[in-house]
């Protein structure tokens, strides 16, 4: 048991503490710090997918007014450390990628640059590139860990007689693509080196890990350093980690002392600069008995990583701890291809490992001719397959339960096409998600009293997910005041250090550390605190983690329409819901499950970076041509949550909210599509193409492909 807070301001539906200043425009970003004479950046990319910059003529760019430098691998700082090769920029000649930089133009304006950078005239020597992802390719290799330190490979039991013996199997290929994650805000960096100190200014979802990344590679002390965000337009995972344009804006800025310094990547750049996350390839085996029960599950995953550094996407791990299943097995293989890293995007290995799961379970209730939600039910376990533990608490089938009478599930016709308003054929389907609830340690909090007023202190970084607005909420209740009378201070590494935004983990990391400093501010000030008292307090330890498996869980359900002529998806009902522990605030929880769920839809129906492996570089990379989500593709929206407190994760008794409602979506959508027409499509995206050849064929005749 973790202490839990009595909750008062807890579970208040507040609206955003920075709502005002953003919609008024007065809410300043990391690239619209008013300075005066700014200097601007622009990079200057590779056109060739592998080789070597032999020389950049830089005469036309150079001569160009309001052109103060060309940096070039020639005559660039030398870094402290190389370490990080992704961050290593400029420091020789070899282009791993198509997109790496090779140059960078300073300017007294934005435009001024971006056309100089176009002035460079780069000599190349080009090498053999390698940029097709292929389950047949040689070179696939097992990497020692995927992400973040889980075992590459499992199994347990005996797997191939569990086959042999099922009387009911699936297997089959599913593919998830490369989605980058395009926040709305793109990668900005202003900087300012002045008298041996940097500040930067930064769009990011963790100052303390930009300072800690700064500070090693250009060997710099933790107090030479200042990194400032105090508001974020979005991240997705992208701005978790630092990327080029943070060491690029810092050589610039170290390039002319006492100037500010302006860097904002375009959207193109993004799609070479900022990570994605990799397309998978997923080979998946179910073997069940007549009676429903899974015997045996197989999942082999094949994805890509960059030639330079390493990242593993964990996408088979939610598949060893779903359901219960007595004999398993997951393998992951990467291939190291001549393409940008990859990096986190919003719910990392939930998010494309389920669907192919999650589909194949929709196919396993086909065959079996079983409701797919008695499918889940009859597949509950009653510890965690995979560790043995208890769970901490898991409400899997009361989401299945409770969702399916909102959605109206009961009405449902199992039978493929046998729903139909005019041209459009209609269809309905499910999906279960996971992801775990944790607390990272690492956050400190500081809570002082000054001017008749509580001010709570954590190096925090709100990316639009409301920690202005929660952390006032839990902070309250942990001192026992109404929130109005905390402030609480983020976005700085001035204050506290606290983890990055991400894995769901913000608010139960910082919340705990924030809770730990307000009762150990009671316990020495009382409620009669002085001017000036203060405390501070580190996340603390959870003995908890040891005994139990934690997760959150989640049901989506979706509800499309098809076009019979053209082929036109609409996603006519998509609703969630979830077990998430305590709900610190239902307006801003509403909002991130709406948004992942959106974003799922996106997947499932739109997004895809198109990779020509002939140049290796993606040739949608514009918001014109890389398709997002619109309201138009939806008509009714809908997240609910189960009344739940979960004791032994942190103190308000919550679980992450960021990524679960993303994690099933996209698998309820492909199941929806199937019972719409029969097409069964397991390539995502679902886009016409997919569906005009099965359409095309009379109905009881049509096949899945």
């Known amino acids: 048991m973790t202490g839990l807070l009595e909750p008062h301001a807890i579970g208040q539906g507040r609206t955003r503490e920075d709502g005002p200043a953003k919609v008024t425009g007065t809410a300043q970003y990391a690239y619209e710090v008013p300075v005066d004479g700014p200097v601007y950046c622009h990079p200057i990319q590779a056109t060739i997918a592998r080789g070597r910059c032999t020389g950049l003529t830089t005469v036309e760019a150079d001569a160009l007014d309001g052109v103060l430098k060309v940096i070039t691998p020639f005559i660039a700082e030398r870094l402290a450390s190389t370490d990080d090769a992704e961050l290593a920029v400029l420091q020789d000649c070899e282009i791993p990628f198509r997109g790496w930089v090779i140059g960078l133009v300073l300017a007294e304006s934005s435009e001024a640059a971006r056309h100089a950078a176009g002035l460079v005239e780069v000599h190349y020597e080009t090498d053999p590139h390698d940029a ?81 990344t700064i500070t090693e590679i250009f060997g710099l002390g933790e107090e030479r350093v200042r990194v400032i965000c105090p508001y974020v337009g979005g991240g997705f995972g992208s701005k978790g980690t630092p990327h080029a344009n943070v060491v690029l804006a810092t050589m610039a800025a170290r390039a002319v002392p006492g100037r500010t310094v302006k860097l904002a990547l375009t959207r193109q750049q993004m799609f070479s600069l900022a990570g994605y996350r990799t397309p998978t390839i997923q080979r998946i085996r179910l073997g069940a008995g007549r009676d429903g029960r899974l015997r045996a599950l197989r999942m082999d995953v094949v994805e890509q990583t960059s030639r330079i550094k390493e990242f593993a996407e964990q996408t088979a791990v939610p598949s060893r701890m779903m359901y219960a299943v007595p004999h398993r097995a997951t393998r992951h293989r990467l291939a190291a291809l001549d393409v940008p890293v990859p990096s986190w995007m919003r719910a990392p290995g939930e998010c494309p490992g389920m669907f192919g799961p999650e589909v194949a379970m929709d196919e396993l209730a086909v065959a079996l001719d ?98 202005w607005t929660v952390l006032p909420q839990i902070t309250a209740d942990a001192l026992g005041v109404p929130p109005g009378s905390v402030d609480v201070r983020i976005g700085d590494t001035a204050y506290p250090s606290a983890t990055v935004a991400g894995g769901s983990t913000g608010t139960a990391s910082w919340g705990s550390a924030l809770v730990a400093a307000a009762r150990a501010f009671r316990d020495k000030y009382g409620t009669e605190p002085a001017d000036g008292d203060e ?35 609409r996603v006519s009902r998509l609703y969630g819901t979830f077990d998430a522990g305590r709900i610190i605030n239902p307006v801003t929880a509403r909002s991130q ?113």
């Open 370 to 467: 079983l409701d797919p939600i008695e499918l889940r039910i009859r597949n509950e376990p009653e510890r965690d397959p995979e560790t043995g533990k208890p769970f901490s608490s898991r409400n899997l089938i009361a989401c299945l339960r409770s969702g399916a009478e909102r959605f109206g599930w009961a009405e449902r016709d199992p039978r493929p096409g046998a729903r139909r308003d005019g041209p459009w054929l209609i269809g309905t389907g499910v999906a279960a998600s996971v992801y775990p609830a944790k607390r990272m340690p690492g956050s400190t909090a500081v809570i002082r009293f000054e001017n008749g007023r509580y001010t709570a202190e954590i190096g925090a970084a709100d990316l639009g997910t409301g920690a």
């Open 593 to 705: 499950l709406l948004g992942g769920m959106t974003m799922g839809l996106s997947m499932a129906l739109h997004e895809n970076s198109v990779l020509d492996p002939r140049f290796g570089h993606v040739v949608n990379h514009d918001l014109a041509e890389y398709h997002i989500a619109a309201n138009a593709d939806i008509e009714d929206l809908r997240a609910d949550w189960l009344d739940e407190t979960d004791p032994y994760l942190n103190p308000m008794g919550s679980k992450g909210i960021g990524e679960i409602g993303i994690v099933g979506t996209a698998a309820a959508i492909a199941n929806a599509v199937h019972h719409a027409t029969g097409i069964r499509v397991r390539d995502l995206p679902i886009t016409l193409d997919k569906l005009l050849p099965g359409l095309t064929t009379p109905f009881p005749g049509r096949t899945s492909g």
């Open 535 to 569: 405390v501070s307090a580190d996340t603390p330890d959870n003995p908890a983690e040891d005994d139990y498996a934690m997760y959150a869980f989640g049901a989506q359900f979706a509800e499309v329409r098809v076009d019979v002529d053209t082929g036109e998806i």
């Open 132 to 212: 097709l992802l292929t389950t047949d390719r040689p070179g696939l290799y097992k990497p020692d860990t995927v992400n973040p330190d889980f075992p590459t490979d499992t199994s347990e039991g005996d797997i191939e007689t569990a086959f042999d013996d099922a009387e009911v199997t699936v297997a089959e290929t599913y593919k998830t693509a490369m989605y980058h994650n395009n926040p709305l805000e793109p990668h900005t960096t202003t900087a300012l080196w002045e008298s041996g100190t940097l500040t930067l200014w930064d769009s990011t979802q963790g100052v303390h890990s930009v300072r800690s």
